[in-house]
C-alpha cells in the first residue's frame, strides 16, 4: 500500500482529537494527501453502530460491545481504509485495534489475544504503521472528559475500575510493540504534545 496508517489512542480525555486536529494540519502542510478519520465511524454502517454501541439508554453485553466495535472496525477498513492506503493516502486515525485490546480486552475483562483475535479477522490482518499513545492519568482524562459540557456516552459513565484497567492495558501493550507504539505524555501543553508526536512520526516523513 502507498499511504501510511497513523492511529491516536489514549482514554477519554486524552486529548486525541485536539492532537489529530494539529497533526493533519502539519502534515498537509508538508504536501502530503491527509484524511482524518475517527472510530467507530466513518462510513454510514459504522456511524451507525457508533451510535448504538455509545447510546447509554441501551444494555450492551461485553461480547456484544466488543462485536459491534469489530464489525463497525471491519466495514471501515472494507469500504475506505484500504481504498484509501492502496491510493497513497495517509490516513489519520482516531482509534482502532488497540482501543478494543485495551477497553473490551482489558477494561471488560475479555482478553486482550481473545479481543486481538476477533479483530484480525475484522481488519485483515491490517496494521498501522504507527500508533501515538497519549498517557495521561484516568483521572485527569475523566475530569477533562466531563469539562466538555456534553452528555455522557455509556462508557464514559463506567467508574475508576474500569478506566484503571485501561489504562494498565494500554501500558502493557506499549510495551509489547515499542517500535510500532509511542507513548507521549498527555499532561504537556498541546502544543508539546503536538511536537512530541511529529517527532514520533519523523522516520515515517523521511
Same mark, same amino acid.
Do not use: C
Given at each position: ?62 461480547? @456484544? ?5 469489530? @464489525? ?29 485490546? @485495551? ?68 501500558? #502493557? ?22 511536537? #512530541? ?10
Amino acid at each position: 500500500m502507498g499511504g501510511r496508517l497513523i492511529t491516536i489512542e489514549g482514554i477519554d480525555g486524552a486529548g486525541k482529537t485536539t492532537l489529530a486536529m494539529g497533526l493533519v494540519e502539519v502534515l498537509r502542510e508538508r504536501g502530503l494527501h491527509v484524511e482524518l478519520l475517527r472510530e467507530p465511524g466513518g462510513v454510514a454502517l459504522s456511524e451507525r453502530l457508533r451510535e448504538v454501541v455509545k447510546d447509554p439508554s441501551l444494555t450492551v453485553g461485553p461480547r @456484544a460491545e466488543a462485536l459491534i466495535y469489530a @464489525a463497525a472496525r471491519a466495514q471501515l477498513v472494507e469500504e475506505h481504509l484500504v481504498p484509501l492506503l492502496q491510493a497513497g493516502t495517509w490516513v489519520l486515525l482516531d482509534r482502532f485495534v488497540d482501543s478494543s485490546l @485495551a477497553y473490551q480486552g482489558g477494561g471488560r475483562g475479555l482478553g486482550i489475544e481473545e479481543i486481538a483475535e476477533l479483530n484480525r479477522f475484522g481488519t485483515a490482518g491490517l496494521v498501522p504503521d504507527r500508533t501515538l499513545y497519549l498517557r495521561v492519568d484516568p483521572q485527569v482524562g475523566r475530569a477533562r472528559a466531563g469539562d466538555r459540557g456534553e452528555a455522557l456516552d455509556r462508557l464514559e459513565r463506567e467508574g475508576e475500575d474500569f478506566f484503571g484497567a485501561i489504562a494498565l492495558a494500554y501500558e #502493557d501493550l506499549a510495551a509489547l510493540e515499542p517500535d510500532r507504539i509511542r507513548a507521549i505524555d498527555a499532561a504537556q501543553a498541546p502544543e508539546v504534545v503536538l511536537a #512530541d508526536a511529529i517527532g514520533a512520526v519523523a522516520d515515517l516523513l523521511a
